[in-house]
């Protein structure tokens, strides 16, 4: 247990500290998310001020305030018309924050606790398969691979997010996963070796 929960913190630690290189360095979570341009800004703030959104996800075209289940063909048809003719998309809405920094420290901290307890979970698949060190640091890329193939590939097929914001998350959470992973198995392979209990 003790060991399973060190491989824990150090994978979580690996994570945490891939994260901030990946986005701060290497610009991955740059990729395939452009800034609002400056002359359009201060018209998409206003309307989006004007239309007193409370906090969420909105898909557009939106169905106008009726239920989609029970359109009519002729709702249905002209909503398909103005899906087709666009725009469409998401915006995700957030009122103002109250924080005068992007990353204040509740944030990071909720970040890599939310690393360290992903982190307990494979080194848990770790431990319970019983796997040795290769295998280990293989299923970890594997693992990095289901989340962008399960998640963020949704949300390209579906909503049309940009192909480069797929690939960034795609080798965001496989080199993440493959640098904790590789971590959290010397961790738990090296015990195995020694011959601690499992």
């Known amino acids: 247990m003790i060991r399973l929960l060190v491989a824990a913190v150090v994978g979580g630690v690996l994570m945490f500290g891939w994260g901030a290189a990946s986005h701060m360095v290497l610009g991955l979570g740059e990729m395939g ?90 080194a848990c698949i770790f431990t319970m398969a019983r796997m040795s060190l290769v295998p280990m640091v293989l299923s970890s890329i594997f693992i990095g691979l289901v989340i962008p193939a399960s998640i963020s590939f949704s949300h390209w097929n579906w909503y049309g997010f940009p192909t480069a914001w797929l690939t960034a998350e795609t080798l965001d959470q496989v080199a993440g996963w493959a640098i904790s992973g590789t971590g959290m198995a010397l961790v738990v392979g090296g015990g195995r070796r020694r011959g601690a209990p499992s």
């Not at 959104?53 to 169905?63: D, I």
């Not at 809405?93 to 909720?110: A, D, I, S």
């Open 33 to 122: 998310m452009d800034s609002m341009p400056p002359q359009a800004e201060p018209a998409v703030v206003a309307a989006l001020e004007g239309a007193s959104l409370e906090p969420g996800v909105y898909f557009y075209p939106g169905w106008g305030g009726a239920d989609a289940k029970n359109f009519t063909k002729e709702q249905e048809a002209a909503w398909l018309k103005k899906y087709a003719a666009g725009p469409t998309g998401l915006i995700l809405y957030n009122k103002g924050t109250g924080k005068e920094v992007m990353m204040p420290p509740e944030r990071l901290l909720g970040e890599f606790a939310s690393n360290v307890v992903a982190a307990l979970l494979v």
